[in-house]
C-alpha cells in the first residue's frame, strides 16, 4: 500500500495537520504550559478558626452503626473457600481441591471499629509474612435511600459455582456465601511502602483516576523512590454504574431533584471520607514504621473530585495537597463530560427543558451540597496546594477547574495548554517536578516531625461528625 493515497490526499493533509498540532502542543506542555507560584509554606498553618468554623457546618451523611458489633463479631480470623471435611479426600481428588480445603485463601489480620465503619486487614496468602502491605477494606452502611447499582453482574457467583461443581464429586461444599462475602465488602485500600526497606519519610493518600493507571504509576514510583509510604483508595467505578435516573416534568421538579442528586453525589463522597479517617487512625496504631506527618492528599482526575471531601474531614491531619485534573460541580461535571455520566441521568419531559431548566438544576445541586468540592475545596486554602490543570479539557471540563483555582487562592496552578487525555498522557514526564515540589512544601513539616513537635490524631472523635481531632503542639 502507498504511504500516500493519491486518491485521498485531503485525509494525508487533515493527518499530517493534527500530527503537527498534536507535536506542537506536546512541546509547548513539556515546556510547562503557564503557572501560578506557591506561597511560602510557612504563611500556612492549619485551618484558620474562620474556615475550621465553616467546616464544621458541613452535614456529612449518616451511617448506620447499630449492627457494627455483631458483624465484627461474627468476622472469622480465617476464610476458607471450601468448609472443613470430617474425612480426608481421597487420592484422586485433583490438587488444587486438596490446598483450597486446608490453606484459607485469606486471614483476617485486623478487624476493629474505626470511625464510622469497620475497618479489616486481609492477608490474600496462606504466608501472611509474604505480603507486609496486605489489603485494607472500610465497611460503613449508608442510610441514604438511592444506591447505585453495579451493571457488571457478579463474576463471584459463577467463581463459586464452578468451584461448587470442583468439590461435588468428593461431596465437599462450598463455604457459607456471608463468610466468603467478607474478602469483597467495603471500599478497597492498599499501603504501599518506600522500596528496598527504606524508612517512609512520610504518607501519601492517593485517589487514583478512572482508567489512568499507567499514567498515575511513573508519579507513585517516583514519590515511593523518594521515601514516601502511599495509601492507595479506590475510586468507585461509576462507568459501571447502572445510571440512576431523575424525571423532571415541571419547574416545581427542579428543587425536590437537586437535593436528591445532592444527597446521592455526597452519599459517594463521603464513603473515601470515611475510609481514610479509619486507615489514618490504623496505621497510627499498627503501622508505627510509617509516620503521621507529613501527610499529603494526591488526587487524580476522578480522585480530585473527592479529595477535598477527604481532607475537609479532617484538615488537620493533611499538611499539602496535589489534585491534578480536578474541578468542581460533580453534578455539572457529569452531564457536561465526554467520559461519563457519573450514574446519573436526568429525563425531560420535553427536550427544550433541558435549555430552560438546567442551569437551575445545577444552582439548585450546588445550594443542597454538602460536601461537593464547591464546598469542600476551601479546606485546602491553608495548606500547599498544587493543581494541575488541562486549559481544554472536556472531561473535567476546564470550567470546573478554573473554578476550583479560585476556591483555593493560595494554590499554586500549573496549566497545560492540552485536553485531559493529553494531561495524563504527559503525566510522567511531569513526574520529578511534583516530587521536588512536594519536597519543597513538605520540609518544615518534616523538620518539626523530626523534632517530636508534631502530634497525631486523638481517638476522640465529634458527636455529630465522627471528626478526629489533632490537639495543637
Not at 471499629?113 to 496468602?125: H, K, Q, S, Y
Not at 445532592?262 to 510509617?290: F, K
Not at 477527604?310 to 457529569?334: E, M
Amino acid at each position: 500500500m502507498p504511504l500516500i493515497d493519491q486518491a485521498r490526499p485531503h485525509l494525508m493533509y487533515r493527518h499530517l495537520f493534527r500530527t503537527l498540532c498534536f507535536a506542537a502542543a506536546t512541546s509547548l506542555a513539556l515546556g510547562a504550559g503557564c503557572s501560578t507560584r506557591l506561597s511560602d509554606r510557612a504563611n500556612f498553618s492549619g485551618p484558620t478558626p474562620a474556615l475550621q468554623e465553616q467546616l464544621d457546618t458541613i452535614i456529612w451523611p449518616a451511617r448506620d452503626q447499630s449492627g457494627l458489633d455483631h458483624t465484627l463479631a461474627s468476622t472469622p480470623d480465617a476464610i476458607y473457600l471450601f468448609q472443613p471435611t470430617e474425612q480426608p479426600l481421597p487420592n484422586e481428588a485433583p490438587a488444587r481441591l486438596k490446598r483450597a480445603v486446608q490453606r484459607p485463601i485469606a486471614s483476617v489480620r485486623f478487624s476493629e471499629r474505626l470511625g464510622v465503619g469497620i475497618l479489616r486487614e486481609l492477608a490474600n496468602r496462606s504466608d501472611p509474612a509474604r505480603d507486609p502491605d496486605n489489603a485494607l477494606r472500610f465497611v460503613s452502611v449508608s442510610t441514604f435511600p438511592i444506591k447505585p447499582q453495579d451493571e457488571r453482574g457478579s463474576p463471584w457467583r459463577w467463581f463459586l459455582r464452578s468451584q461448587a461443581e470442583l468439590g461435588a464429586p468428593y461431596a465437599v461444599t462450598v463455604n457459607d456465601e456471608q463468610v466468603l462475602s467478607v474478602l469483597g465488602q467495603g471500599l478497597r485500600m492498599r499501603v504501599q511502602t518506600p522500596p528496598d526497606g527504606t524508612p517512609a519519610r512520610g504518607l501519601i493518600v492517593h485517589m487514583p483516576g478512572l482508567g489512568s493507571g499507567d499514567y498515575e504509576r511513573p508519579v507513585l514510583d517516583a514519590l515511593r523512590a523518594d521515601g514516601w509510604a502511599i495509601l492507595r483508595i479506590a475510586t468507585p467505578r461509576v462507568w459501571f454504574y447502572k445510571p440512576v435516573e431523575f424525571n423532571i416534568s415541571r419547574a416545581a421538579d427542579v428543587q425536590p431533584v437537586a437535593k436528591d442528586i445532592a444527597g446521592l453525589i455526597d452519599d459517594q463522597l463521603a464513603e473515601p471520607a470515611y475510609a481514610v479517617e479509619a486507615a489514618l487512625a490504623y496505621l497510627q496504631t499498627e503501622r508505627p514504621d510509617i509516620p503521621a506527618h507529613p501527610c499529603v492528599m494526591l488526587g487524580f482526575s476522578a480522585g480530585a473530585l473527592f479529595a477535598p471531601a477527604i481532607v475537609a474531614r479532617q484538615p488537620n491531619a493533611f499538611d499539602a495537597a496535589v489534585l491534578i485534573g480536578g474541578g468542581t460541580n460533580l453534578f455539572h461535571i457529569s452531564q457536561t463530560s465526554d467520559l461519563t455520566n457519573g450514574g446519573l441521568k436526568v429525563n425531560w419531559a420535553i427536550a427544550s427543558d433541558r435549555d430552560r431548566f438546567g442551569e437551575d438544576l445545577s444552582k439548585a445541586y450546588a445550594s443542597h451540597s454538602q460536601l461537593d468540592p464547591l464546598r469542600t475545596a476551601p479546606a485546602l486554602s491553608n495548606m500547599p496546594t498544587l493543581l494541575i490543570l488541562a486549559a481544554l479539557d472536556s472531561t473535567v471540563p476546564s470550567s470546573t477547574g478554573r473554578k476550583l483555582q479560585r476556591l483555593i487562592p493560595s494554590a499554586e496552578r500549573w496549566s497545560l495548554p492540552v485536553g485531559h487525555r493529553l494531561l495524563f498522557w504527559l503525566l510522567p514526564n511531569k513526574a520529578e517536578s511534583i516530587v521536588a515540589w512536594l519536597d519543597r512544601a513538605t520540609a518544615s513539616v518534616e523538620v518539626r516531625s523530626a523534632e517530636g513537635l508534631m502530634v497525631n490524631a486523638s481517638s476522640a472523635t465529634d458527636s455529630r461528625t465522627g471528626s478526629r481531632t489533632i490537639s495543637p503542639p
